[in-house]
């Protein structure tokens, strides 16, 4: 299981929400996708989207349909391997 973490930042903060709402909306049926949960930080602008993936080649399968000017290609993910999860 494959955890990735995308942090965004940018002025025009409705325009990169409808950003990154359109990229997850491209998530619901790519096999291997577990779940994403878009998180806003209080008194900032910055957002985060913590996603899980089944491994990274699915992950990667699915970044590569997103368009270059998407504000997921401009956010370096960070990529963590799941070693354990407890719910």
């Known amino acids: ?3 990735v973490i995308h942090t965004f930042n ?4 409705d325009r990169l929400l409808a950003d990154i709402r ?3 909306n491209k998530i619901d049926g790519v096999d291997g996708f ?5 998180n806003e930080q209080t008194n900032t602008h910055d957002i985060m ?3 899980k993936w ?3 080649h699915v ?11 998407n504000a997921f290609k401009q ?3 960070q990529m963590f391997e799941v070693v354990e999860e407890k719910y």
């Open 1 to 3: 299981m494959l955890t």
């Open 75 to 77: 956010a370096t993910p």
């Open 54 to 56: 089944e491994n990274r």
């Open 22 to 24: 359109s990229g997850i």
């Open 59 to 69: 992950f990667e399968n699915w970044a590569n349909t997103i368009g270059e000017n």
């Open 34 to 38: 577990k779940f994403a949960s878009i």
């Open 10 to 13: 940018n002025p025009d903060h």
């Open 49 to 51: 989207l913590f996603s």
